[in-house]
T-cell receptor, first 112, second 113 residues
């Protein structure tokens, strides 16, 4: 059982480049989330999708876009990468509200 | 601003001792509470969740919830060096249909052999 799968695991970009982080879950979960984690800042929610077909902003959405492609997949796009977006990105999913979230292994992104 | 607060630590305990990790939250209507463990360089993994006042035990771990005082704690009995990690407290935002968690910054635990 793979759970939540994130690709790529590592990426180095130059300022201004674009890229898409992929996330897929095989647990038939309704809700999916994108977080970034920086030293001393904890987990900060970027975007989330409560159910297939819906997306909403979290606390730090600027510079990002998301797509809930289907129930399994939720992608995060950086249109024009900035050094401030250097971080570890986690995707998570859960069945419904009040249930635990399950995390992928993360993507370590460096922007030069 | 809804908040979850944890002592950042580090909390240092000797092997075999009880480690006590605490978390307070500001949203009085919150109904669901989660403890995650995160090893350095790894993703958060769920340890326990609790919904009702009182204690919930799972192996060496006990979660305690007191909604009136707005705190939730995690006790780790017979602490092992492998328990050394950062422990994250997360609280379901109220109302729950927002489908978001509010996260604390975590408490770093060091278990010394």
């Amino acid at each position: 059982n793979a759970g939540v799968t994130q690709t790529p695991k590592f990426q180095v970009l130059k300022t201004g480049q674009s890229m898409t982080l992929q996330c897929a879950q095989d647990m038939n979960h309704n809700s999916m989330y994108w977080y970034r984690q920086d030293p001393g800042m904890g987990l900060r929610l970027i975007y989330y999708s409560a159910s297939e077909g819906t997306t909403d902003k979290g606390e730090v959405p600027n510079g990002y876009n998301v797509s809930r492609l289907n129930k399994r997949e939720f992608s995060l796009r950086l249109e024009s990468a900035a050094p401030s977006q250097t971080s570890v990105y986690f995707c998570a999913s859960r069945e419904n509200s009040n249930q635990p979230q399950h995390f992928g292994d993360g993507t370590r992104l460096s922007i030069l | 601003q809804k908040e979850v607060e944890q002592n950042s630590g580090p909390l240092s305990v000797p092997e075999g001792a009880i480690a006590s990790l605490n978390c307070t939250y500001s949203d009085r209507g919150s109904q669901s509470f989660f403890w995650y463990r995160q090893y350095s360089g790894k993703s958060p993994e769920l340890i326990m969740f609790i919904y009702s006042n009182g204690d919930k035990e799972d192996g060496r771990f006990t979660a305690q919830l007191n909604k009136a005082s707005q705190y939730v704690s995690l006790l780790i009995r017979d602490s092992q060096p492998s328990d050394s990690a950062t422990y994250l407290c997360a609280v379901e935002e109220n109302p729950g249909n927002n489908r978001k968690l509010i996260w604390g910054l975590g408490t770093s635990l060091a278990v010394n052999p």
